[in-house]
């Protein structure tokens, strides 16, 4: 008996496992909103077609219908109307589209939407309090931190997070808890100053 054709020892071939594994990958792709069995359990099994989802952005509750393979940042900007998240190289390299989830700095363009439910999204849009600045925002303002500005959001969010973490940094730390973060006017020295700006305004009893 050739080793294909041969049964494991729960008498499975490898041609037998190999179909029925084709058979359990493909069951996503054709059922919506359909329960599947799963080593025993019964798994929710969502697409291909638009799925209800809800987030909490900015301490408020968003619900939107997307499909499964739909990112957050494709979320935020085409259907929650919050464009500040930038889409730039769209694979995770630059940062413009740095959001904060559950208190850490990620790539809003490598998080899939319904993998975001359940978590506490922080965007631009909700840094400010009122009419007033958040004092790294003000920072990036007073220190000329900008050229184009599409990097800007991102580069806001990701001090704050960076910030949260680390309230006291040098300016070698700042520079290393930056460099996911790419800006392509070469405005380095001005978010860096900004970031050193933004942390002694803390020390001064201004957080945000």
């Known amino acids: 008996m050739s080793d294909e054709k041969k049964p494991d020892k729960q008498g499975l071939s490898r041609r037998g496992f190999l179909k029925a594994s084709g058979i359990s990958l493909s069951v996503p792709l054709v059922l919506n909103y359909r329960m599947v069995k799963a080593a025993g359990a019964e798994v929710k099994v969502l697409g291909p ?5 809800q987030l909490t952005i900015n301490s408020k ?35 413009a589209c ?19 439910q359940g978590k506490k999204i922080t965007t631009v849009e909700g840094l400010m309090q009122g009419e007033r600045l958040h004092p790294v925002q003000q920072a990036f303002v007073d220190n000329d931190a ?21 309230p006291n940094p040098t300016p070698e730390e700042v520079k290393r808890g930056l460099g996911g973060n790419l800006c392509r006017c070469g405005t380095y020295v001005g978010v860096r100053a900004a970031v050193l700006q933004a942390s002694r305004g803390r020390k001064g009893g201004q957080r945000g």
């Open 98 to 116: 740095t959001v904060i989830m559950d208190g850490k700095p990620v790539y809003s363009c490598s998080v899939l939407a319904i993998e975001a």
């Open 49 to 53: 077609g638009k799925a209800p989802i």
């Open 146 to 166: 900008q050229q184009c500005g599409y990097c800007t959001p991102g580069f806001v969010v990701a001090c704050k997070a960076f910030l949260d973490k680390n």
């Open 61 to 95: 509750p968003f619900t939107a219908e997307v499909e499964p393979r739909v990112t957050l940042l494709e979320a935020l900007r085409n259907d929650l109307d919050l464009t500040g998240a930038k889409r730039v190289c769209d694979r995770a390299t630059c940062g």
